[in-house]
């Protein structure tokens, strides 16, 4: 079985300044790895994904995240973030074989601040 | 893109009433999930279905069932409302091959009194 651990709960953090939220994940076999990000009233929407090849990843908006085997970890980061960054972050698994059912972890809430 | 539509956002209910969410998707993706998202929880699923009226149960599948008549539309239920059923219910889907991504519905906001 897998399971996703993200440590915080909450990241306060101020406008412009660098953030990561932290993602730990285990599983006996191969993983697909997501971030989702989920603004005030709405559902969550894909933020970025790692499937394979290059370990580091990226998306529109600015973030990044880096798959890590080694220490089963799959952080986000942004290097300056803004106010409308602020969201409930989701990190998520699931095998790449087989149904696909995704686990998610118990969300960040970034709150930006200027 | 591919439009997922929960059809109520907010509900309150009282204890013992059947209530019934319902999500719609205007694609043919195979597959649909029912998550219900709570604080410091995060997302659970609760059932999810591959295929027109076959249906599995997800983590927490006790106290809900599930409907799936026709491709497009998979329903929740709730044959008797507790308190503790009052939660985020998210609707999702993903096309069934490859490497999936999950587009969620906008959410619908439950609350048992």
């Known amino acids: 079985a897998q399971s996703v651990t993200q440590l915080d709960s909450q990241v306060p953090v101020f406008e412009e300044a660098p953030v990561e939220l932290r993602c730990n994940y285990s599983s006996s076999v191969s993983v697909y790895l997501f971030w989702y990000v989920q603004y005030p009233n709405q559902g969550l929407q894909l933020l970025l994904k790692y499937l394979s090849g290059s370990t580091l990843v990226e998306s529109i908006n600015g973030f990044e995240a880096e798959f890590n085997k080694s220490q089963t970890s799959f952080h986000l980061r942004k290097p300056s973030v803004h106010i409308s960054d602020t969201a409930e972050y989701f990190c998520?698994?699931?095998?790449?074989?087989?149904?696909?059912?995704?686990?998610f972890g118990t969300g960040t809430r970034l709150l930006v601040s200027p | 893109d591919v439009k997922v539509t929960q059809s109520s956002r907010y509900l309150v209910k009282r204890t013992g009433e059947k209530v019934f969410l319902e999500c719609v998707q205007d694609?043919?993706?195979?597959?649909m999930f029912w998550y219900r998202q709570d604080p410091g929880l995060g997302l659970r699923l609760i059932y999810f279905?591959?295929?027109?009226?076959?249906?599995e149960k997800g983590d927490i599948p006790e106290g809900y069932s599930v409907s799936r008549e026709k491709k497009e539309r998979f329903s929740l239920i709730l044959e008797s409302a507790s308190t503790n059923q009052t939660s985020m219910y998210l609707c999702a889907t993903h096309r069934g091959s490859g490497a999936n991504v999950l587009t969620f519905g906008a959410g619908s906001r439950l609350t048992v009194l």
């Open positions: 694609m043919d993706h195979e597959n």
């Open positions: 279905s591959y295929d027109v009226k076959m249906k």
């Open positions: 998520a698994v699931t095998w790449t074989t087989g149904f696909q059912k995704l686990v």
